[in-house]
């Protein structure tokens, strides 16, 4: 049983628009939530991450939102741009610094 | 630092032979993690390490799967024998467990399998 889903595989917008990527999850005990990003044959990069004790964190072009009692998160790029085109995973993890649990990715592709 | 190391980095292979993989964490991280991607599963953890010692291999797929970390700087995980359905890349991340960001794992490149 999937217990981190992002369940759009794929996601196109052109340049210049708002990307929103989005990611449920289902079990209580995650309290940290991480965002990576994945070109081709590389490996996947962190990107931005958020604790359960806020419900917003900002990094230049992307922010995380985190809804806990809907157990659910988004990733926000504005605007997109074309170097923006990867598979973007979300991922979680419980106290202790438990290993993360990754969504399957979902693929954006930024249209020029 | 050159990051998480892993080779090789493209294998093919015919059923019943035997993989072995291998990474180079970051020096100094303490924690080091293998995870398999695939179209199906997506990227599932098969096991992570904290200072050498195995923690959890709950998602090692079968006995046919065994993963070592004889020492800080070096990990190997080997398939015997290989199967189709092994075919994935597989990442090794580590991580620094026990201070801020020790969530945040650095992944290599990833060892993409292909059983024939």
């Known amino acids: 049983d999937q217990q981190v889903k992002q369940n759009s595989p794929s996601l196109s917008v052109q340049e210049g628009r708002i990307s929103i990527l989005n990611c449920d999850y289902t079990?209580?005990?995650?309290?940290?939530f991480l965002w990576y990003k994945k070109y081709p044959a590389e490996g996947p990069t962190f990107l931005i991450s958020i604790s359960s004790i806020k419900d917003k964190n900002e990094d230049g072009r992307f922010t995380v939102f985190l809804n806990k009692s809907a157990k659910h998160l988004s990733l926000h790029i504005v605007p997109s741009q074309p170097g923006d085109s990867a598979v973007y995973f979300c991922a979680a993890s419980a106290l202790g610094n438990t290993p993360l649990v990754f969504g399957k990715g979902t693929r954006l592709s930024v249209i020029a | 630092d050159a990051g998480v190391i892993q080779s090789p980095r493209h294998e093919v292979t015919e059923m019943g032979q035997e993989v072995t993989l291998r990474c180079k964490p970051i020096s100094g991280h303490n924690s080091l993690f293998w995870y398999r991607q695939t179209m199906m599963r997506g990227l599932e953890l098969l096991i992570y390490f904290n200072n050498n010692v195995p923690i959890d291999d709950s998602g090692m797929p079968e006995d046919r799967f065994s993963a070592k970390m004889p020492n800080a700087s070096f990990s190997t995980l080997k398939i015997q024998p290989s199967e189709p359905r092994d075919s994935a890349v597989y990442f090794c991340a580590s991580s620094w467990a026990g201070g801020p960001g020790a969530n945040v794992l650095t992944f290599g490149a990833g060892s993409r399998l292909t059983v024939l």
């Open positions: 079990n209580s005990m995650f309290d940290y």
